[in-house]
């Protein structure tokens, strides 16, 4: 039984035993293509962009720098609570009670210090959480945002504005809180947000490396991270409930400034970071 083996045909290993055979006599070649008769020729495929001894390069997504920036976040916290455990009542303090402190600390540079430290950490795990949430949030294909795979920059970008939000909030809290009371009261609820940023901080720190660390989690990950925001947010509006609802007529703008102060900002916050990712990076 004669096998004829046809050049040409783009696969190197068949391509040189037929310029073999062809290169023989009749009666060798003829012997060839009997012993490969029934053989099973396997394809080798060579790639041009394999070098021998290194691995395949991986895209460099940044994520290292943002848990760099985390782990600096985290020492700046665990050196500033060593053996200071009255931080911890001090911060339990500034979110429920409405009267004033007889016992303040005699440094309090290092307490408001403390604060700063605690809202930083708390912007930090937004970002992270926001970031997050934005491949969990579906949209139509026609309504795409296009957010390019960017965690890096994105999370940086997030945790922007909220570091943003953050500094405007205080900010609005006390002018509200001049304009409708004393100065007294307006600096309890002032730290009274400060203090509920810190302590949401404490919970949102670990589930934001959970989320980087475990995508797959992500959507427990942003419901424990909803309830403890929300839990948060509870909290100091109860405190300023306490401070400002003196007669009947408070109701109307009590729901005023929930609308105005708490509800309306964040849903602008949230909108901004999805808008900014999509068309700066």
């Not at 605690?118 to 926001?130: D, E, F, P, Q, R």
């Not at 579906?138 to 909220?162: F, M």
């Not at 109701?251 to 901004?272: N, V």
Request: charged share 15%; proline share 5%.
């Amino acid at each position: 039984m004669a096998l004829s083996l046809a050049t040409g045909t783009g696969v190197p290993a068949l391509d040189s035993l037929a310029i073999a055979a062809d290169s023989l006599p009749a009666g060798d070649s003829t012997a060839v293509a009997d012993s490969l008769a029934g053989e099973h020729l396997t394809p080798i495929v060579l790639q041009d962009n394999l070098v021998i001894g290194e691995k395949p390069a991986t895209p460099d997504n940044g994520l290292s720098w943002v848990f760099l920036g985390m782990g600096v976040i985290f020492c700046l916290v665990a050196f500033q609570i060593r053996n200071s455990g009255r931080y911890f009542r001090s911060l339990l303090n500034d979110i429920h009670d409405t009267r004033e402190r007889h016992n303040v600390f005699d440094d309090t540079v290092k307490e408001t210090w403390f604060l700063i430290i605690l809202n930083v950490t708390w912007c930090a795990s937004m970002g992270v959480l926001t970031w997050c949430s934005f491949p969990a949030t579906h949209y139509p294909a026609e309504y795409s945002l296009g957010i390019p795979d960017r965690p890096a920059a994105g999370i940086g970008l997030a945790a922007a504005v909220w570091l943003l939000y953050d500094i405007i909030m205080m900010a609005v809290y006390w002018l509200v809180g001049n304009v409708f009371t004393d100065a007294r009261k307006t600096e309890m609820w002032v730290r009274g947000a400060a203090a509920t940023n810190g302590a949401e901080a404490f919970l949102l720190f670990p589930l934001a490396l959970l989320a980087l660390t475990q995508p797959e989690w992500n959507p427990g990950v942003l419901i424990l991270a909803g309830i403890v925001f929300i839990l948060g947010k509870f909290l100091f509006i109860f405190k300023g409930f306490r401070i400002f609802f003196n007669q009947f007529s408070s109701w109307l703008l009590f729901l005023y400034y929930l609308c105005s102060l708490e509800i309306i900002p964040l849903l602008l916050t949230y909108g901004l970071t999805l808008t900014l990712c999509s068309m700066w990076l």
